[in-house]
């Protein structure tokens, strides 16, 4: 029956899918007529003419997510001209603890303290419930479950004005309020593939956020845009202990796009955007001059901008960076912008500025950084370290100040 409407609803296509979609109907008929017992599910929630233009189509074969087709009979159709509810469909996506704490939580309401008895006889014998107040199922389990919540963020203090209490300071984090182990409240951290975790590391004052490698980790907590003037100061650590030719391998990315809730970029109409990219060399082939790896590398873009050669639109910069070794393992990075202007600052010494940043072949800048009164609407760090989990990529005291 769910194949007569889909013909009907072809033959008003003057297309010229048409035949093709009639074929396929064909063929799907042939293919399922000995299973028209069992119930269907196919993968598109509004099937049209274009689920059926590939001959190949296996619409019915679902995977994961799957919608199924229910037949509405004539004496239900009659029955619900009433005001009596004929079902209750409840529908919700599965997701496990990789999928962070706030999917995993809703799925577990779901699942284990969505109370089914109450919500049947709430709508079929409203008698068995009348007066009765709705309580979740295991409602025990529930509290004990939001009680581990509430004590583990009880001590916490937003990272922003914590010490100093200065309006002009949005941030400051060295992440000393998180126990070993542990996400830090008020950044996103990703749980799928390599998390971030917050650890202690050895010979080095503090707390560090160990990145994941390929797993971006964001402030939430920072108010935005980010002003137009500000500085950015940060420590980088590696591990010292690598075989390759590099280390910590960290980027820096703040762009005018926001960020959304699962950590990834949305649309914006005039993106604007820095990366910095710091990766830790060998001290043995800095010192000889040789093959070293180590380097700071920085770009700047605007797709509207005249800073375009041969096709390639942005400034760029890449410098070695002998400050940071598997001998001299921390660094302190500092970032400002100020009247469109980038300066890049490595242990508290200018390194390098956007006025001298080239153009993707060589010529030198034509607009040499962003336009004066630019606001960033999101900054994050990613590591892409080779051997990340042994070598390791750190951040931590981070401080972010209006000017």
């Known amino acids: 029956e769910y194949l ?73 159709m009659k029955e619900s001209a009433g005001d009596q509810p004929q079902w209750i469909a409840i529908w919700y996506p599965y997701h496990s603890s990789e999928s962070g704490n706030k999917l995993y939580e809703m799925n577990r309401s779901m699942m284990d303290h969505l109370n089914y008895d109450y919500l049947y006889n709430y709508f079929f014998y409203p008698e068995k419930v009348q007066g009765v107040v709705y309580k979740p199922m295991d409602e025990e389990g529930l509290q004990a479950r939001l009680a581990m919540y509430r004590n583990k963020y009880k001590n916490y203090t937003t990272p922003r004005n914590k010490v100093t209490k200065d309006p002009n300071v949005l941030m400051d984090e060295d992440f000393t309020a998180f126990g070993d182990g542990s996400k830090p409240t008020g950044w996103y951290i990703r749980s799928t593939g390599k998390p971030s975790s917050v650890v202690t590391l050895k010979g080095k004052p503090g707390k560090w956020l160990k990145m994941g490698v390929n797993n971006p980790v964001n402030p939430i907590d920072l108010p935005l845009p980010l002003p137009a003037n500000f500085k950015l100061d940060f420590d980088l650590a590696t591990g010292d202990e690598y075989t390759a030719r590099s280390g910590a391998n960290v980027v820096l990315q703040l762009s005018t796009t926001k960020i959304n809730s699962q950590g990834d970029e949305g649309l914006s109409a005039d993106p604007q955007w820095m990366e910095f990219k710091f990766v830790a060399g060998l001290d043995e082939a800095w010192k000889a001059q040789s093959n070293y790896r180590g380097l700071l590398k920085a770009e700047i873009h605007r797709p509207k901008s005249a800073n375009r050669e041969n096709n390639v639109e942005g400034i760029f910069s890449e410098t070695p960076l002998g400050q940071f070794t598997d001998k001299k393992t921390t660094v302190h990075i ?53 051997d990340g989990n042994d070598v390791g990529s750190y951040i931590s005291n981070i401080t972010l100040v209006k000017e």
């Open 334 to 386: 500092g970032i400002r912008m100020k009247n469109g202007l980038c300066e890049i600052y490595v242990d508290d010494k200018l390194f390098t500025s956007s006025d001298k940043f080239k153009m993707a072949y060589g010529k030198s800048c034509v607009e040499c950084g962003l336009p004066a009164g630019t606001r960033f609407n999101s900054i994050r760090w990613t590591s892409s370290t080779e």
């Open 4 to 76: 007569d409407l889909s013909v009907v609803a072809l033959k008003k296509e003057n297309g010229e899918y048409m035949d093709k979609g009639l074929a396929t109907i064909a063929k799907l008929r042939k293919t399922y007529e000995g299973k028209l017992d069992v119930p269907a599910e196919i993968t598109s929630m509004q099937p049209t003419l274009w689920d059926f233009k590939n001959e190949g189509i296996t619409m019915f074969e679902t995977s994961t997510y799957a919608y199924p087709v229910y037949k509405i009979t004539a004496e239900v």
